[in-house]
């Protein structure tokens, strides 16, 4: 994937010749950091065919089956407040481009100037004694007071000033604002697809642990029976009081479980109710059982049509693309540039005469060539920082590819292992519940060692919490390759947004001016 060559215009070269001598000194040469390699022809955890895209949010969440999770989905998408911030960040971003796109149009306003002058008398005294003769003395040598005199001047006129963008200057800074709204819009694209991610993530993490606290309420109920059976065999002397203090022990640490479990679940409805933009106390989330979920199935494609999938690639893409565009503005501007400025209007010394006599027309025209010889090393420091600034983003373009399919490959992984590791779970609290039924009919027949039944309810107790932590790994396995595989996002999706984004620059700039 390669950023877009810049559209220039035509830059007279023999201009540039004639200045050369000027710019002997600075250092105009840039040797553009490469970009990475095309991507591998296929994922290690998957067969090698092409995929349409994955649903959008809204569509992934239906996936799964559950009314109430696509309900929460569709009002984060309306109501989340880092998405309402990315929509703002969009407008941000397509004011900035006006205003970087300013100079590239003449700059007109209306000088309109009344202004009087009142001269004292003294004044002109001391004036004409410094020249030798004063009018206002008499022949006998006394001064007589003159009197002093008012001088008014009006203007009424345009002022015009436009500078000729020779070397793209103006060109290349309105161009670097207009990809940073394009950059805006997929950043607002990456929020969306995290937050829905987010909030999928967190339904499951309710939905987990209520299933862990029905899994703990009824391993306390198994722990308080098999209590009641020992302190019955204690009542007859079959039994001692180590046995009933073991089994004290275990029936405790199971009921130490389902505080931090009902922490959890409180805590992850709140941190949910955010996610929705809503305040905890408003929120009502019913939840359910995992169980409950259906699991989506989902292909991921081939490497290449997955990074034209991600927003987060076309906006580390995008950056790039505008800062080659702020390399060469800063280039520019060791060159010569200049500046045309312009006045017409009226001007009288007497209010009544502004407009009427065709004599009080003025014009002034000027031309400005500036050409910077020595600043310090300004414009070079600044060259340079650009083209820094360029190979910084290059490095995290070619990163952000990487990360994008060790993301995909990563939750394909995860899906597998996870998979697996709910099978040999699922065998392991079957043949634990077994085990368990087998110690609690030999504790009634009176031959049942304590310790073999401590560990035999343990071991079902640890399991059953195990598979149901399993379940939501798997589940959140599936939220991550909907976020790897672009969550929805396409190439069709990008031109829209670089459409709208074309569009909100040429659409009504507002009132006048």
């Known amino acids: 994937m390669t950023s877009p060559t810049p559209s220039r215009s035509i830059r007279p070269a023999l201009a540039a010749a004639i200045f050369a001598a000027a710019l002997a000194g600075c250092d105009l040469e840039w040797d553009k950091p490469k970009l990475s390699a095309p991507p591998p022809a296929r994922f290690i955890e998957a067969k090698p065919q092409p995929k349409p895209p994955i649903s959008g949010g809204r569509d992934f969440a239906v996936k799964f089956g559950s009314r109430e999770l696509t309900q929460l989905v569709e009002r984060a998408l309306d109501d989340n407040l880092d998405i309402a911030a990315a929509i703002a960040r969009i407008a941000e971003a397509d004011a900035q481009a006006r205003i970087s796109s300013a100079a590239l149009w003449p700059s007109v306003s209306m000088t309109d100037i009344a202004r ?181 199935r989902v292909a991921p494609g081939l490497p290449s049509e997955v990074l034209l999938r991600r927003p987060d690639v076309a906006e580390a893409e995008a950056r790039l693309a505008s800062q080659e565009f702020s390399v060469l503005q800063a280039r520019a501007a060791f060159f010569p540039s200049l500046s045309l400025t312009s006045l017409y209007g009226f001007q009288s010394a007497l209010l009544s005469t502004l407009l009427l006599r065709p004599d009080a027309i003025g014009l002034q025209l000027a031309g400005t060539l500036t050409q910077p010889l020595f600043d310090g090393w300004n414009l070079q420091g600044q060259y340079d920082f650009q083209k820094g600034r360029y190979s910084e983003l290059a490095a995290l373009y070619r990163k952000q590819i990487l990360t994008a399919l060790s993301e ?26 077994r085990a368990l039924d087998a110690a609690e009919m030999t504790l009634r027949e009176g031959t049942i060692d304590i310790v073999t039944l401590a560990q035999t ?8 919490d195990q598979l ?37 620059y040429e659409a009504d700039r507002g009132p006048w001016p």
């Not at 931090?260 to 409180?266: A, D, F, G």
């Not at 071991?459 to 059953?464: E, G, H, I, L, R």
């Not at 399993?470 to 672009?486: D, K, V």
Request: proline letters at 3%; a positive charge; zero cysteines.
């Open 116 to 296: 009087t002058t009142r001269t004292p008398g003294t004044t002109i005294n001391v004036g004409s004694a410094s020249s030798g003769f004063n009018p206002a003395t008499s022949s006998t040598g006394t001064t007589s007071a003159a009197r002093a005199r008012n001088f008014g001047f009006f203007q009424l006129g345009l002022t015009a000033s436009y500078e000729v963008d020779f070397w793209g200057k103006n060109e290349d800074a309105s161009m670097a604002a207009r990809i940073l709204a394009n950059v805006s819009r997929f950043d607002r694209n990456v929020v969306e697809i995290s937050t829905v991610a987010a909030v999928l993530n967190a339904y499951f993490q309710v939905l987990t642990a209520q299933d862990r606290l029905r899994i703990a309420r009824q391993n306390v109920t198994i722990a308080q029976q098999v209590m009641n059976a020992i302190n019955a065999r204690l009542e007859v002397g079959v039994a001692t009081v180590l046995d009933t203090s073991q089994q004290q022990t275990i029936l405790a640490q199971q009921q130490a479980t389902i505080p931090p479990l009902e922490q959890t679940l409180r805590q992850t409805r709140n941190n949910l109710a955010v996610l929705l933009g809503q305040t905890p106390e408003s929120v009502t989330i019913k939840g359910g059982s995992l169980t409950q979920l259906n699991f989506p």
């Open 408 to 433: 995909t490959e990563n939750a394909l992984i995860a899906i597998r292992e996870t998979d697996r590791q709910m099978k040999f779970l699922s065998v392991a609290v079957s043949a634990a519940r």
């Open 457 to 464: 309810q343990t071991s079902y107790f640890q399991t059953q």
């Open 468 to 504: 149901a932590i399993a379940r939501l790994s798997h589940f959140q396995a599936a939220t991550s390759l909907y976020q790897a595989l672009g969550g929805g996002w396409s190439p069709t999706t990008r031109e829209i947004e670089i459409a709208r984004s074309n569009a909100a």
